[in-house]
Structures are given as structure tokens and as C-alpha cells.
Nanobody, 122 residues
Framework: QVHLVESGGGLVQAGGSLRLSCAAS????????MGWFRQAPGKEREFVST????????YYSDSAKGRFTISRADALNTFYLQMNSLKPEDTAIYYC???????????????WGQGTQVTVSS
């Protein structure tokens, strides 16, 4: 079992930065790949980024590439999403999730956090 709790969301102006954190509990956290997803009002949940269990491989959506950075600190049971150059279209609830392998498909993730709101004003 892995329990996930996101934090770090908030209101920021366009061009600003936020760092989302996802704290995990569970002895097997280090064996899971982790992902970030987001869901804007009226839209489906979409993939943002994923990182492999050992941090050796990362992958980003086209919208996140070059602006967001995913990382993990297994000693702290935490992983992060650094978001720079934020745009109003990044406004959404951001969710962290854990999966057996890094993937873009939400259906492959076994555990989910409750989400944290990110709002980017223009």
C-alpha cells in the first residue's frame, strides 16, 4: 500500500513558478514509478510527467517539456514537480500517482493522491 499526499499548489501569476510535492507513505515507495497528472474543469485527466522507480528515466507531455521538471527523493519518501514559466492553461488540479512502471496511462497507476489546486492568473 502507498498513501500519497500532494502539497505546494496555489495561485501564481503567469510566468511564475511553483513546486509541487507528493509525500508517500509505505515501505515499498522506492519500488514504484511516480507520475503527475492534472485535470482542468470540464476536461479529462491528462498526463503531465512520470519518473521511473530509480529516477533514471523521465518523460513529459509536450505541454510540460522544457518548463516542468520531475524528481524524486526516496530518502524522504517524496517526489516533486518543479513548474516554471507557468501559463493560464496550466490551471488545474494536479494529482500524483504511483505505478509499477513509468507510463502515461492513468489506468496503470495503482495509487492516487487527493490533488492540489494550481491556478495561474494572466
Amino acid at each position: 500500500q502507498v498513501h500519497l499526499v500532494e502539497s505546494g499548489g496555489g495561485l501564481v501569476q503567469a510566468g511564475g513558478s511553483l513546486r509541487l510535492s507528493c509525500a508517500a507513505s509505505g515501505r515499498t515507495f522506492g519500488s514504484y514509478a511516480m507520475g503527475w497528472f492534472r485535470q482542468a474543469p470540464g476536461k479529462e485527466r491528462e498526463f503531465v510527467s512520470t519518473i521511473s522507480w530509480n529516477g533514471g528515466w523521465t518523460y513529459y507531455s509536450d505541454s510540460a517539456k522544457g518548463r516542468f521538471t520531475i524528481s524524486r527523493a526516496d530518502a524522504l519518501n517524496t517526489f516533486y514537480l518543479q513548474m516554471n514559466s507557468l501559463k493560464p492553461e496550466d490551471t488545474a488540479i494536479y494529482y500524483c500517482a504511483a505505478a509499477r512502471a513509468a507510463t502515461v496511462a492513468p489506468s496503470e497507476y495503482d495509487y492516487w493522491g487527493q490533488g492540489t489546486q494550481v491556478t495561474v492568473s494572466s
